[in-house]
Nanobody, 118 residues
């Protein structure tokens, strides 16, 4: 059964940086595009960034473009999100998932909480 385990979140000040990790189980990881999503308090889950199975191309939401870098290691079955110049509006629970299923996915990991203080 697929498992997604996100980690790396925390409390940072405005302008700080974090690197999120998502470890995925299953043998199909390396052939699937992956995405990072976030759910701000009181709001719906949204796509932040995505990466193809090979690592290129990538996609970024305009709100994080230039501040985030998505990458993956298909040997470790892990996808990363490097976040810099963090803003209070980046505060959210961050999740990863298969980018083909996207927001329609029925299974989600526990996510990792990112809090950015002003």
């Amino acid at each position: 059964q697929e498992q997604l385990v996100e980690s790396g979140g925390g409390l940072v000040q405005t302008g700080g940086s974090l690197r999120l990790s998502c470890a995925a189980s299953g043998s199909t990881f390396s052939s699937q595009p992956m995405g990072w999503y976030r759910q701000p308090p009181g709001k719906q889950r949204e796509l932040v960034a995505a990466i193809s199975s090979t690592g290129s191309p990538t996609y970024y939401d305009n709100r994080v473009k230039g501040r985030c870098t998505i990458s993956r290691d298909n040997v470790k079955n892990t996808v990363y999100l490097r976040m810099t110049s963090l803003k209070p509006e980046d505060t959210a629970v961050y999740y990863c998932n298969n980018a083909l299923r996207g927001l329609r996915a029925t299974y989600w990991g526990q996510g990792t909480q990112v809090n950015v203080s002003s």
